[in-house]
């Protein structure tokens, strides 16, 4: 017998008695299982999880017979399906009638306390729960004597499909109930988190197969596979929130069901809440709606339910859906519209920059007409093409993106061309070029492209760079399209006489801007090195060059392979940094921003790294979060002692990720490296 750890904590399960210790391995296999995937809580490593999982498998094909159906061993099938078979519903899966807004909300809340006053019963007695509306696919587990003996989707709601096999696959499915009824049927929602869901997509783009639009089709597209081996390979989950038929128990209030399904090994959403008033429940649907993006599934709204199941059943059913309950949906964070033209512009570092122009569309309340295709690169791999129809998504203050083609435009076989970028710069006509070895065309105009030199001073005032209030990109348009200023530095030679000159300008405003450039003039270095907006220092390889070299003339003065030593930079990058660094219109900016004092040393100690909860730790960024910009993260992750470095290797402890991240992450999961979201980051930096 082995001695892993998982066989050297075992408890009495009777070495003689095989049947005794099957069951006891069973045991300890379902606790750890819960622990881990229903209350994401484990208590032992996945290492040690695999041996206990290992001891059972050697045990029952020793001991065939002791083969349960409800083994931990047994959730993935062997064969795949012809067909699914039909699954009638023992009770029909009703849908939720909708509340667009805060008021249909309320007068739907207000509806029915009347309709329940009027049957005589009083307001105080009227409690409503409100659950995250999962944005998933509808799922039905039935349990005959505590055993899973049926999983079905929710089909037209008399008739599913049964995808038993499937949904065995889902670890946080128990597959065995103990203190079950004779006959229960838990509702839920099964779902493929975020990370999971970003992943698959880019996968599939890679292998040149359509996207999925949503989270709720990458679901449904996962369990209604036919063979469980792939179901199994996809991350599932659930959150549970009804009981269905049910015999042998009763219930009086919905939140009861939902607790009694807690403590029996579902996966039920801890913030689940029952509210007393009005206010309170509208209350609760906002906190949903901006814990959204930070959640790690997708919600489209609130479910908000009459707590007492008999006033439910008393305020009965209209049509499909049941009068004691109402989804309050949020605007939709993604919409269809067609793309009519891939148009360009020329970004900061000279690169050419895709963007769309949209049939106007409605994405989370506001009108979409352009949205960014980020780079070239990015606009191949999407393979969007002009005419196609397309999935727009507007996140927070994030510019709106497009997603992807949507699988119909994909199969459309008389598509537009590819897109190229321009032969000649947008900005200033200059012919563009692609450097050897490069992956985007670049103008090579980089000193006097007006079109750079807008995106340049854009980036240098920047919240993450200088961070000069007053200063946006309107003032910067403004200042460079009156000729007040030429380039970065122009910015220190404003005067009162220059901002007085433009009409809006007055004493006082023209004072605090001034004021707001001098105060930038005490940056630290990173933030100068950052906005000069050099190609491939990004903030992350600012601070990671600034802490080799320490002040602007090692810097300037360094080789290829010296800049090289810096961790995260490698031998293309150091190339470029290099040549950026060596050109005269780099040299001449920096030598002017020397003559307004700005600093080009960086002060403190050698090691400036804070203690912390993360000391030790290296970390890298990828993709947007939603909550933090990257400085903000990286600052974070700094002040609480960890490293960021730009690019992932061996070393690199954790890899956070956001929406549409790039090849760091797939690089993260090819070597292992810990991935976290933006929750994860936090719940480390509060650790
Ligand atoms: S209760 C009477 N609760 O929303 C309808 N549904 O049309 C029972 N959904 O596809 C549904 N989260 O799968 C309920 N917390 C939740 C939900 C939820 C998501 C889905 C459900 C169905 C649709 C309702």
Redesign the pocket.
Not at 158 to 184: C, F, H, M, S, Y
Not at 490 to 499: N, P, Q, S, V, W
Not at 670 to 680: A, I, N, R, Y
């Given at each position: 017998m082995t001695s892993s750890p998982g066989s050297a904590a075992r408890g009495s399960g009777g070495q003689n008695d095989p049947a005794a210790r099957a069951r006891e391995l069973r045991r300890r296999l379902e606790h750890h299982n819960h622990r881990y995937y229903v209350l994401d809580d484990p208590e032992i490593s996945d290492a040690e999880y695999d041996s206990l999982l290992g001891d059972l498998r050697d045990l029952e094909a020793r001991h065939p017979d002791l083969q349960t159906p409800d083994s931990p061993t047994q959730r993935v099938g062997a064969t795949p399906l012809a067909r699914f078979e039909p699954a009638r519903h023992l009770q029909p899966?009703?849908?939720?009638a909708n509340a667009r807004n805060e008021e249909e909300l309320r007068a739907w809340l207000v509806r029915s306390e009347r309709l329940l006053n009027k049957d005589g019963v009083p307001d105080a007695e009227i409690r409503f729960v409100t659950?995250?509306?999962?944005?998933?696919?509808?799922i039905s587990l039935l349990y005959e004597d505590g055993v899973l003996t049926r999983g079905a989707t929710?089909g037209d709601g008399e008739t599913g499909e049964d995808v038993t096999q499937n949904l065995r696959t889902i670890k946080a499915i128990p597959l065995r109930v103990d203190g079950a009824p004779r006959l229960l049927e838990v509702?839920?929602?099964a779902y493929l988190p975020r990370a999971a869901f970003a992943k698959l997509n880019e996968e599939r783009a890679a292998a040149g197969e359509p996207t999925f639009a949503n989270p709720r089709n990458s679901a449904a597209g996962s369990i209604r596979q036919l063979d469980p081996q792939l179901a199994a390979a996809r991350p599932l989950s659930v959150?549970c929130?009804?009981i269905g038929a049910l015999d042998g128990l009763d219930f009086g209030s919905h939140l009861e069901s939902l607790e009694w399904l807690r403590a029996h090994g579902f996966k039920v959403n801890p913030d689940v809440e029952r509210h007393e008033s009005l206010d309170q429940v509208v209350g609760a649907c906002r906190a949903w709606e901006a814990r959204r993006e930070s959640l790690d599934f997708e919600i489209d709204g609130v479910?908000v339910?009459v707590d007492d199941l008999d006033l439910q059943r008393r305020l009965g059913v209209v049509g499909r859906?049941?009068r004691g309950?109402i989804?309050w949906k949020f605007a939709p964070m993604t919409a269809t519209t067609t793309l009519t033209r891939v148009a360009w512009n020329v970004g900061r570092t000279g690169h050419m920059v895709p963007f769309a122009q949209l049939e106007p569309v409605q994405v989370s309340g506001v009108t979409v007409k352009l949205a960014t295709l980020h780079n070239e690169e990015d606009l191949k791999r999407k393979d969007v093409r002009e005419g196609d129809e397309v999935i727009v998504m507007r996140a927070g203050d994030v510019i709106p993106q497009v997603v992807s083609p949507t699988s119909k435009a994909q199969r459309n076989r008389s598509r537009g061309p590819v897109p190229e970028p321009p032969p000649q710069c947008p900005a200033c006509g200059t012919p563009t070029v692609k450097p050897e070895g490069g992956v985007w065309t670049i103008c090579p105009n980089r000193a006097s492209c007006p079109g750079q030199i807008f995106q340049a001073v854009k980036h240098f005032v920047s919240r993450g760079a200088m961070d000069i209030e007053g200063l946006g990109e309107k003032q910067a348009e403004r200042f460079l399209s009156d000729g007040l200023i030429g380039s970065t530095a122009g910015i220190y030679e404003l005067d009162a006489e220059k901002l007085l000159s433009l009409e809006g300008f007055g004493e006082v405003s023209a004072r605090n801007l001034l004021d707001a450039i001098g105060r930038s003039k005490a940056q630290p270095f990173h933030r100068v090195l950052y906005g000069l907006g050099i190609p491939g220092i990004g903030f992350v390889n600012a601070r990671a060059l600034t802490r080799q070299f320490r002040t602007m003339d090692a810097l300037l003065t360094a080789s290829p392979e010296e800049i090289e030593e810096t961790p995260g930079i490698g031998p293309v990058l150091a190339q470029t940094i290099a040549e950026t660094l060596s050109e005269d219109a780099t040299r001449a900016l920096i030598d002017r921003l020397r003559g307004h004092g700005l600093s080009l040393e960086e002060e403190g100690p050698a090691d400036d790294a804070g203690e912390g909860p993360l000391t030790g730790k290296t970390f890298v960024l990828t993709g947007a979060l939603p909550g933090l910009t990257r400085e903000e993260a990286a600052e974070r992750i700094e002040a609480a002692g960890g490293r960021v470095t730009g690019s992932v290797s061996s070393n690199t402890d954790y890899v956070v990720a956001g929406e549409d991240p790039g090849s760091k992450l797939v690089k993260a999961e090819k070597l292992g490296t810990e991935v976290l979201d933006e929750s994860g980051l936090l719940g480390l930096l509060d650790g």
């Amino acid at each position: 017998m082995t001695s892993s750890p998982g066989s050297a904590a075992r408890g009495s399960g009777g070495q003689n008695d095989p049947a005794a210790r099957a069951r006891e391995l069973r045991r300890r296999l379902e606790h750890h299982n819960h622990r881990y995937y229903v209350l994401d809580d484990p208590e032992i490593s996945d290492a040690e999880y695999d041996s206990l999982l290992g001891d059972l498998r050697d045990l029952e094909a020793r001991h065939p017979d002791l083969q349960t159906p409800d083994s931990p061993t047994q959730r993935v099938g062997a064969t795949p399906l012809a067909r699914f078979e039909p699954a009638r519903h023992l009770q029909p899966m009703l849908s939720l009638a909708n509340a667009r807004n805060e008021e249909e909300l309320r007068a739907w809340l207000v509806r029915s306390e009347r309709l329940l006053n009027k049957d005589g019963v009083p307001d105080a007695e009227i409690r409503f729960v409100t659950e995250p509306k999962v944005d998933g696919l509808a799922i039905s587990l039935l349990y005959e004597d505590g055993v899973l003996t049926r999983g079905a989707t929710r089909g037209d709601g008399e008739t599913g499909e049964d995808v038993t096999q499937n949904l065995r696959t889902i670890k946080a499915i128990p597959l065995r109930v103990d203190g079950a009824p004779r006959l229960l049927e838990v509702r839920g929602e099964a779902y493929l988190p975020r990370a999971a869901f970003a992943k698959l997509n880019e996968e599939r783009a890679a292998a040149g197969e359509p996207t999925f639009a949503n989270p709720r089709n990458s679901a449904a597209g996962s369990i209604r596979q036919l063979d469980p081996q792939l179901a199994a390979a996809r991350p599932l989950s659930v959150w549970c929130y009804s009981i269905g038929a049910l015999d042998g128990l009763d219930f009086g209030s919905h939140l009861e069901s939902l607790e009694w399904l807690r403590a029996h090994g579902f996966k039920v959403n801890p913030d689940v809440e029952r509210h007393e008033s009005l206010d309170q429940v509208v209350g609760a649907c906002r906190a949903w709606e901006a814990r959204r993006e930070s959640l790690d599934f997708e919600i489209d709204g609130v479910v908000v339910k009459v707590d007492d199941l008999d006033l439910q059943r008393r305020l009965g059913v209209v049509g499909r859906e049941p009068r004691g309950a109402i989804a309050w949906k949020f605007a939709p964070m993604t919409a269809t519209t067609t793309l009519t033209r891939v148009a360009w512009n020329v970004g900061r570092t000279g690169h050419m920059v895709p963007f769309a122009q949209l049939e106007p569309v409605q994405v989370s309340g506001v009108t979409v007409k352009l949205a960014t295709l980020h780079n070239e690169e990015d606009l191949k791999r999407k393979d969007v093409r002009e005419g196609d129809e397309v999935i727009v998504m507007r996140a927070g203050d994030v510019i709106p993106q497009v997603v992807s083609p949507t699988s119909k435009a994909q199969r459309n076989r008389s598509r537009g061309p590819v897109p190229e970028p321009p032969p000649q710069c947008p900005a200033c006509g200059t012919p563009t070029v692609k450097p050897e070895g490069g992956v985007w065309t670049i103008c090579p105009n980089r000193a006097s492209c007006p079109g750079q030199i807008f995106q340049a001073v854009k980036h240098f005032v920047s919240r993450g760079a200088m961070d000069i209030e007053g200063l946006g990109e309107k003032q910067a348009e403004r200042f460079l399209s009156d000729g007040l200023i030429g380039s970065t530095a122009g910015i220190y030679e404003l005067d009162a006489e220059k901002l007085l000159s433009l009409e809006g300008f007055g004493e006082v405003s023209a004072r605090n801007l001034l004021d707001a450039i001098g105060r930038s003039k005490a940056q630290p270095f990173h933030r100068v090195l950052y906005g000069l907006g050099i190609p491939g220092i990004g903030f992350v390889n600012a601070r990671a060059l600034t802490r080799q070299f320490r002040t602007m003339d090692a810097l300037l003065t360094a080789s290829p392979e010296e800049i090289e030593e810096t961790p995260g930079i490698g031998p293309v990058l150091a190339q470029t940094i290099a040549e950026t660094l060596s050109e005269d219109a780099t040299r001449a900016l920096i030598d002017r921003l020397r003559g307004h004092g700005l600093s080009l040393e960086e002060e403190g100690p050698a090691d400036d790294a804070g203690e912390g909860p993360l000391t030790g730790k290296t970390f890298v960024l990828t993709g947007a979060l939603p909550g933090l910009t990257r400085e903000e993260a990286a600052e974070r992750i700094e002040a609480a002692g960890g490293r960021v470095t730009g690019s992932v290797s061996s070393n690199t402890d954790y890899v956070v990720a956001g929406e549409d991240p790039g090849s760091k992450l797939v690089k993260a999961e090819k070597l292992g490296t810990e991935v976290l979201d933006e929750s994860g980051l936090l719940g480390l930096l509060d650790g």
